[in-house]
């Protein structure tokens, strides 16, 4: 039986260039004070502000108890606010706080400056491949 590189495997590839954002994010969101995870919250809340919680967790693909420690977090940190749902007893609405409103342009700079890295490593029609299969991996 021959040995196997982990190089061999799409999941090993998938991971390394995985670590490689994470890596990147970890470095340039410090300054900001927030983490890789809190960033995709609190983009998905520039999307959709005032969103109930439990469709947060769904666009975020994560589960209630993950999402509620992160949240805990960045409202301790004033990025972000829960209100009750006026329509729903049992919701609550996720908000952005005004920290996170001010230091909008600063979090999307950092995040078109790596979209753009990856981006300038493929002609259009790839990239828009790779985008196209990345979608179709990540789809629940």
Not at 48 to 62: C, N, V
Not at 89 to 111: I, M, T, Y
């Amino acid at each position: 039986m021959s040995i196997i590189s982990p190089s061999h495997y799409i999941c090993f590839k998938l991971s390394r260039a995985m670590r490689k954002v994470q890596r990147y994010y970890e470095v340039n969101l410090v300054p900001l004070e927030i983490t890789a995870v809190q960033f995709y919250v609190i983009s998905s809340l520039w999307e959709t502000d005032g969103i109930k919680f439990k469709e947060l967790a769904q666009k975020l693909s994560m589960d209630g108890a993950t999402l509620t420690g992160i949240l805990d977090r960045l409202e301790r940190q004033r990025f972000v606010t829960r209100k009750d749902d006026p329509e729903d007893r049992r919701s609550v609405l996720v908000f952005l706080a005004e920290k996170s409103l001010a230091q909008r342009d600063e979090f999307r700079r950092l995040a078109e400056t790596l979209d753009n890295e990856i981006r300038d490593q493929f002609n259009s029609q790839d990239f828009a491949t790779f985008s196209r299969m990345l979608d179709q991996i990540g789809q629940d």
